[in-house]
């Protein structure tokens, strides 16, 4: 129970909101009656078969941060509040996020809805099982492991080789303890017994096909091109060697429509896919921000993590594809990150320490840097905290001023769109004018120059070692003509470098790549780097020891 004196939760905000019914923020934002598919009062999805272009496609704004520490830097409550910023301003606006995953809600990052008094709501159901989405890409893709097992049990006609299927079962949980596993124990009619594993359902590359198809006919074709593993001749097997595409897009066709809702001052907003930005490329689907640009003129939209990694797979990779750019760019920041990036222990950073900020501001400096590298002008929303002093306020000023950044306070947290204007009015004036963009490599160059690419203008770095697996992993890559894919780099989230407990600004280090795997039906090729895990673990005290359901049937500590 909240006391006089102890601020609301995230949730318990959300509970006191007064939505409205999703078919009045419809109407509002233009979606034809036809085009609604109803999930109770407060959520429903969209028909994009039936949305028609009402003029110019909307402006897409891009929100990403520094390199993220503990300390946090709110990046989606910051996206939820510009965009209740740019609606208070009369704009035609609408906000595309990513659906959370059950992994991080259990685990120890929480959800993804906003916070405070900028969030999307329902905030309960869309931080569960919201419409199901992620149940349909975990029940696809442990469909075709089913069929693969089976085909190989039935007699394998395709000669699949059991030590070189690459495809892993998923699930929608952090366990470390399934990362890896034996499977068909118990004699013959128990199937061919063989090493597996599973990854969690953001990692799987069915979340990465939901997220970068146009169209059923796209998605259907990019399952079919799905690599599931190699033949004892180690020539390739695809999705459309088994003959189940098919049944993969039937179980994808109605979560593939996006899904409405709303922000606590009535904004709509999209919320559809939901791959990580470390070991995937980290935003919601094109055909959510699509579908939105033809409802807006403004659509506010944010990538995971630091630009080192969303922004950059966005540009890179979603952008690429789709074939849009960002109107602009916002790079979230606070002060406490920063002070954390210059060396300031987590337990001291509501102590005044300009000296540290200043060190840590160099973490900044690349990411403005970085976004600059694709030819956009990046905006600094520094979002502030009760704890920051005016001198500190005014050190990162003053260095934005010297480097002539554009830059903003927002206290969306507290005051919602209100608190959001300042930037909104920057955001705006960045929209007036024209940009550069362009991602950063040519995808013919060699699979060596673009990773080298990505590591020395966006990580900082000196250069990349590929691993002998690595190395024998891209022989292979190019010996089937698939080099010309983007590169969807896997890599730690804290740290600009692969390990991650080099804050800051590091330099002169050497990032590894140590396998490079395929995706052909996203249409990208997967690099890891470090100790990056595709199944996550709990933490030692996992956010769910918080969590329950009071009399009535409501959440209970959830954030």
């Not at 949305?51 to 402006?59: N, P, R, V, Y």
């Not at 006609?157 to 124990?185: F, H, Q, S, T, Y």
């Not at 409802?295 to 979603?318: H, P, Q, Y």
């Not at 003509?481 to 590169?487: F, Q, S, T, Y």
């Amino acid at each position: 129970m909240t006391t006089k004196n102890q601020p609301l939760t995230d949730l318990e905000i959300a509970n006191q909101a007064q939505m409205k019914p999703i078919t009045e923020i419809a109407k509002a934002a233009g979606i034809p009656e036809d085009a609604l598919e109803q999930y109770g009062r407060y959520k429903a999805k969209i028909d994009p078969l039936k949305i028609t272009a009402s003029g110019e496609d909307a402006k897409v704004v891009l929100i990403t941060a520094i390199s993220p520490t503990p300390a946090g830097e709110g990046k989606s409550t910051v996206t939820v509040g510009l965009a209740d910023a740019l609606h208070r301003l009369n704009k035609k606006v609408m906000v595309a996020l990513r659906e959370p995953s059950l992994g991080p809600v259990m685990g120890v990052k929480g959800g993804a809805t906003g916070g405070g008094y900028a969030q999307v709501v329902p905030m309960e159901d869309i931080n569960l099982h919201f419409t199901g989405d992620l149940h349909a890409i975990t029940t696809a893709n442990n469909a075709l492991a089913a069929f693969i097992d089976n085909h190989i049990h039935q007699g394998n006609v395709l000669n699949i080789d059991p030590r070189r299927i690459i495809w892993k079962r998923v699930m929608d949980i952090n366990d470390r303890a399934l990362r890896k596993v034996v499977i068909g124990l118990g004699g013959p009619v128990q199937g061919m017994p063989r090493e597996d594993g599973f990854d969690i359902t953001v990692a799987s590359e069915i979340m990465a096909v939901f997220c970068l198809a146009t169209s059923i006919e796209d998605l259907r074709e990019r399952l079919a091109s799905i690599v599931i593993g190699y033949t004892f001749d180690r020539e390739p097997i695809f999705v459309r060697d088994l003959g189940v595409e098919g049944a993969l897009t039937l179980l994808l066709k109605d979560a593939f429509k996006p899904n409405l809702v709303q922000t606590l001052e009535g904004t709509p907003a999209l919320i559809h896919g939901g791959p990580f930005a470390n070991i995937a490329h980290g935003c919601n689907s094109i055909m959510a921000t699509q579908t939105a640009r033809k409802l807006a003129d403004i659509v506010v939209t944010e990538a995971g993590f630091g630009s080192d990694l969303g922004a950059e797979k966005f540009m890179n990779i979603k952008a690429r594809k789709a074939g849009f750019q960002p109107s602009a760019v916002v790079l979230v920041a606070t002060i406490r990150a920063l002070k954390m990036h210059g060396g300031v222990a987590k337990t001291a950073l509501v102590e005044e320490n300009v000296e540290a900020l200043l060190r840590g501001i160099e973490n900044l400096a690349k990411h403005v840097e970085t976004v600059r590298t694709f030819g956009v002008e990046p905006v600094v929303a520094l979002n502030r905290f009760v704890t920051d002093t005016e001198a500190e306020l005014a050190t990162v000023i003053h260095w934005c001023q010297q480097k002539n950044v554009r830059i903003a306070y927002t206290n969306v947290w507290e005051e919602g769109g209100k608190g959001g204007q300042a930037l909104a009015e920057q955001v705006l004036a960045v929209l007036e004018e024209t940009n550069q963009f362009a991602p950063l490599y040519d995808v013919a160059e060699p699979i060596e120059e673009k990773v080298r690419t990505i590591v020395q203008k966006v990580y900082g770095g000196k250069d990349v070692h590929f691993t002998e697996q690595a190395k024998k992993q891209i022989a292979q890559i190019e010996k089937f003509g698939w080099g010309v894919l983007p590169i969807c780099m896997a890599k730690t989230q804290y740290s600009l470098s692969d390990q991650a407990h080099l804050l800051g600004r590091p330099e002169g280090f050497t990032v590894t790549v140590r396998e490079v795997i395929p995706k052909l039906g996203a249409g990208f090729l997967v690099c890891l780097t470090g100790d990056i895990m595709t199944m996550p673990g709990l933490p030692k005290a996992p956010a769910a020891l918080r969590m329950d359901v009071d009399q009535e049937g409501h959440a209970v500590g959830l954030f």
